[in-house]
């Protein structure tokens, strides 16, 4: 089993920036890769941003160039830095980790409002 807990989510004004951090424990020598997804109120859950155990990342192209996702993979942790922040972001950003099984986790959300 792997357990996900998240911190770092608030609420923010437009432009303004949040760090949300991601840390896993349990049987994290299966992880194969890392991300963030984020779910709106009335809209499906959509990635935001990965990175697998090689360092290779991906980005939904609503947040090219405005969100960095990294890894700690010392402290089995994962970041997304959230620059330039728009009213659009606002959603429940859900930490996802992938297995090398297929099998998908998710840590319990956390809150992004970004006031306009």
């Known amino acids: 089993q792997l357990q996900l807990v998240e911190s770092g989510g608030g609420l923010v004004q437009d432009g303004g920036s949040l760090r949300l951090s991601c840390s896993a424990s349990?049987?994290?020598?299966?992880?194969?890769?890392m991300g963030w997804y984020r779910q709106a109120p009335g809209k499906q859950r959509e990635l935001a941003a990965n990175?697998?155990?090689?360092?290779?990342?991906n980005y939904a192209d609503s947040v090219k160039g405005r969100f960095t996702i990294s890894r700690d993979n010392a402290k089995n942790m994962v970041y997304l830095q959230m620059n330039s922040l728009k009213p659009e972001d606002t959603a429940v950003y859900y930490c996802?980790?992938?297995?090398?099984?297929?099998?998908?986790?998710w840590g319990q959300g956390t809150q992004v409002t970004v006031s306009s």
């Open positions: 996802h980790v992938r297995t090398y099984r297929g099998l998908d986790y």
């Open positions: 349990g049987s994290i020598w299966r992880i194969i890769s």
């Open positions: 990175i697998t155990n090689g360092g290779s990342t």
